[in-house]
């Protein structure tokens, strides 16, 4: 992906341009929405990381111009505002996502990613991790050539995971990809769920596994 990063703070624009560099994405840095339209307008990004706060003119009030210009670009606000009100401000702005700071690097490459394959559309047929293949159309899933039933939630739990296979997931990710669910329900919906797929890919010949990381999500690998 080659990404615009609009963020006025040196040391946040620094670490996302290592991050963005280290997985093997491009990205623009600029820190004023100003320069940021002058490099939308160019049509070069696949997605803005776009943060609120900015000392020429607020992000709300940025993708608003860039909407009513017929600029379709996706956009994630990356922002301290973590009201509700503020999100609801940004969607109805135009934005495609919103995530808080802090965040956790693994999450907004996901939401980057996810934004990314929407906007281009690419629509697989199939998915397939080490034993683990997913028939995309069908709905239908095996591992080691077995068939296993999974519910429709649970389908959808595994279809995020592989899709974003060796990173950790957050349960907030996992909230908001499986359930849309965009606040804490104080329930431990997500855990219980991992818990019941895991147990029915439990099977002789999968070789996939989801490895449970303390404090910061889960992670769908498979076994050497």
């Known amino acids: 992906m080659n990404l615009l990063l609009v963020e006025d703070d040196p040391e946040l624009g620094r670490q996302v341009m290592a991050w963005m560099q280290d997985v093997g994405h491009g990205l623009e840095w600029v820190k004023t929405a100003a320069t940021a339209l002058e490099?939308?307008?160019?049509g070069e990004c696949d997605v803005v990381i776009l943060d609120v706060g900015l000392p020429d003119m607020n992000g709300f009030s940025l993708v608003e111009k860039l909407r009513r210009e017929g600029v379709r670009m996706p956009v994630l606000f990356l922002t301290a505002r973590a009201?509700?009100?503020?999100?609801?401000?940004g969607f109805s702005a135009g934005g495609d996502d919103y995530l808080t700071k802090p965040f956790a690097f693994e999450e907004l490459l996901a939401r980057l990613e996810a934004l990314h394959r929407r906007a281009t559309n690419h629509v697989p047929t199939h998915r397939t991790l080490g034993k683990c293949r997913l028939d995309l159309m069908k709905r239908r899933v095996s591992?080691?050539?077995e068939s296993v039933e999974l519910q429709p939630r649970e389908w959808t739990l595994l279809e995020v995971l592989m899709s974003h296979e060796g990173r950790v997931l957050p349960k907030k990710f996992l909230l908001e990809q499986v359930w849309d669910i965009h606040f804490d329900p104080g329930t431990n919906v997500v855990d219980a769920m991992v818990c019941r797929l895991r147990r029915k890919l439990e099977m002789p010949d999968c070789n996939v596994q989801i490895e449970t990381i303390r404090g910061k999500g889960y992670v769908f690998k498979t076994l050497a």
Not at 39 to 42: E, G, P, S, V
Not at 83 to 89: G, L, N, P, W, Y
């Open 143 to 145: 591992c080691g050539g």
């Open 39 to 42: 490099a939308i307008r160019k």
């Open 83 to 89: 009201e509700v009100s503020d999100r609801v401000r």
